[in-house]
């Protein structure tokens, strides 16, 4: 036990180990809350996270990738729905057909050359080393394919049928290569004589694929696209033609259902739009009369020519009722009806069938 020797120094003694105690206090708060703070700091590093991986910016990523891969996905599904399916036939000299992917935005000249690429695969195609692009055009029913247009713009669709128009029908000399008379092997003569004929065969097949060049240019080849007309000759035949060929068409004649119309010795077809020219509907046949834009050709050129006209179904309205004595005199009238209005149209009346009902008159012009 400490003896202090007065009140003071008892006092100052208590003061010191006040000021000791409150010291050790404060340290001892000090260490702890330094503590804490390191503790915290540990955590946070062994916690931190990147913004990129924080919950909301991590959601926020997760959608532009899925915002991404959905644009890209409905780019393939669009690339898709644009690729369409041809069905491609080549029907003379061979037979030949096959299926084509294309895209729809591409232009005809580049469905022609992958056409052209897929036949000279072909071992029947290997030997027409001239072959090309210019060797044919393509169809798709009764319209030429405009090389300049889209797919899209020649209204093409999934699955269509185009058809291969060759210049020339080259089976002939075809057949003159294949039916080569055997020759003896002990005649050096007619081996030579087989080998020459062999090398103007070549040279015929090679100078008919040239000739594929002679087409008439596309743009002068008449237009007919309307459903349901057909020509004479055929309207293929027509599109392979050259332009002597085309400026020079004997008895054309263009029809559908309801009538036909022909045209004697030569004419003309160079760059006609049988479209706009040509109209036969029931009972009815005009010519230059669709619309008023159509400039009409003079007399004696183009379609404004001498013409043979027939209309198909042309009959009285017979009851079943009536006599056939009453019959025959209302077909009587019905004929005088015909005759006296070719006589005021200035066309000439030719004949009429009771049993079919067509009716043949003939025009000088149109």
Same mark, same amino acid.
């Given at each position: 036990?400490?003896?202090?020797? =007065?009140?003071?120094?008892y006092?100052?003694?208590?003061?010191?180990?006040?000021?000791?105690?409150n010291?050790?206090?404060?340290?001892?708060?000090?260490l702890?809350?330094?503590?804490?703070?390191?503790?915290?700091?540990?955590?946070? %590093?062994?916690?931190?996270? #990147?913004?990129? +991986?924080?919950?909301? =910016?991590?959601?926020?990523?997760?959608?532009?990738n899925?915002?991404?891969?959905?644009?890209?996905?409905?780019?393939?599904?669009?690339?898709?729905?644009n690729?369409?399916n041809l069905?491609?036939?080549?029907?003379?000299?061979?037979?030949?057909?096959?299926?084509?992917?294309?895209?729809?935005?591409?232009?005809i000249?580049?469905?022609?050359?992958?056409?052209?690429?897929?036949?000279?695969?072909?071992n029947?195609?290997?030997?027409?080393?001239?072959?090309?692009?210019?060797?044919?055009?393509?169809?798709?029913?009764?319209?030429?394919?405009?090389?300049?247009a889209?797919?899209?713009?020649?209204?093409?669709?999934?699955?269509?049928?185009?058809?291969?128009?060759?210049?020339?029908n080259?089976?002939?000399?075809?057949?003159?290569?294949?039916?080569?008379?055997?020759?003896?092997?002990?005649? @050096?003569?007619?081996?030579k004589k !087989?080998?020459?004929?062999? =090398?103007? !065969?070549?040279?015929?097949?090679? =100078?008919?694929?040239?000739?594929?060049?002679?087409? @008439?240019?596309?743009?002068?080849?008449?237009?007919?696209?309307?459903?349901?007309?057909?020509?004479? #000759?055929?309207?293929?035949?027509?599109?392979?033609?050259?332009?002597?060929?085309?400026?020079?068409?004997?008895?054309?004649?263009?029809?559908?259902?309801?009538? %036909?119309?022909?045209? #004697?010795?030569?004419?003309?077809?160079?760059?006609?739009?049988?479209?706009?020219i040509?109209?036969?509907?029931?009972?009815?046949?005009?010519?230059?009369?669709?619309?008023?834009?159509?400039?009409?050709?003079?007399?004696?050129?183009?379609?404004?020519?001498e013409?043979?006209?027939?209309?198909?179904?042309?009959?009285?309205?017979?009851?079943?009722?009536?006599?056939?004595?009453?019959?025959?005199?209302e077909?009587?009238?019905?004929i005088?009806?015909?005759?006296?209005?070719?006589?005021?149209?200035?066309?000439?009346?030719?004949?009429?069938?009771?049993?079919?009902?067509?009716?043949? +008159?003939?025009?000088?012009?149109?």
């Amino acid at each position: 036990m400490n003896h202090y020797n =007065s009140e003071k120094e008892y006092f100052d003694n208590l003061l010191e180990i006040k000021h000791k105690v409150n010291k050790d206090r404060e340290d001892q708060f000090s260490l702890t809350e330094n503590n804490v703070n390191l503790i915290k700091k540990k955590k946070n %590093r062994e916690n931190y996270t #990147p913004d990129l +991986f924080k919950e909301e =910016s991590f959601k926020f990523n997760l959608d532009l990738n899925d915002q991404e891969e959905a644009k890209a996905e409905n780019e393939n599904e669009t690339e898709e729905s644009n690729m369409i399916n041809l069905f491609i036939k080549l029907e003379e000299p061979i037979k030949l057909d096959f299926m084509l992917l294309i895209h729809k935005n591409n232009k005809i000249t580049l469905l022609k050359q992958s056409i052209c690429d897929k036949l000279k695969e072909d071992n029947k195609f290997k030997k027409y080393k001239k072959f090309s692009v210019n060797s044919f055009i393509l169809m798709k029913k009764y319209s030429i394919l405009r090389e300049l247009a889209t797919i899209t713009e020649a209204n093409i669709q999934d699955k269509d049928i185009i058809y291969v128009l060759l210049k020339e029908n080259f089976s002939e000399s075809n057949e003159s290569v294949k039916g080569a008379p055997s020759v003896s092997k002990h005649s @050096a003569s007619a081996k030579k004589k !087989s080998k020459k004929h062999h =090398s103007k !065969s070549l040279e015929r097949e090679e =100078s008919l694929v040239s000739s594929y060049r002679d087409f @008439a240019p596309i743009e002068m080849i008449p237009i007919l696209t309307k459903p349901g007309y057909k020509t004479e #000759p055929d309207y293929k035949v027509i599109c392979r033609m050259s332009l002597e060929e085309l400026q020079n068409v004997r008895d054309f004649a263009i029809y559908n259902d309801y009538g %036909r119309i022909e045209f #004697p010795y030569v004419t003309n077809l160079e760059s006609l739009n049988l479209d706009e020219i040509v109209n036969i509907e029931d009972k009815l046949i005009s010519l230059y009369q669709i619309n008023d834009e159509i400039k009409k050709h003079p007399k004696g050129e183009g379609l404004n020519k001498e013409a043979i006209i027939k209309l198909y179904n042309m009959k009285p309205t017979n009851k079943i009722n009536k006599e056939k004595k009453d019959r025959d005199n209302e077909y009587r009238d019905f004929i005088r009806v015909l005759k006296t209005e070719c006589e005021k149209k200035g066309m000439t009346f030719i004949k009429h069938d009771r049993e079919s009902g067509e009716w043949t +008159f003939k025009v000088d012009h149109f």
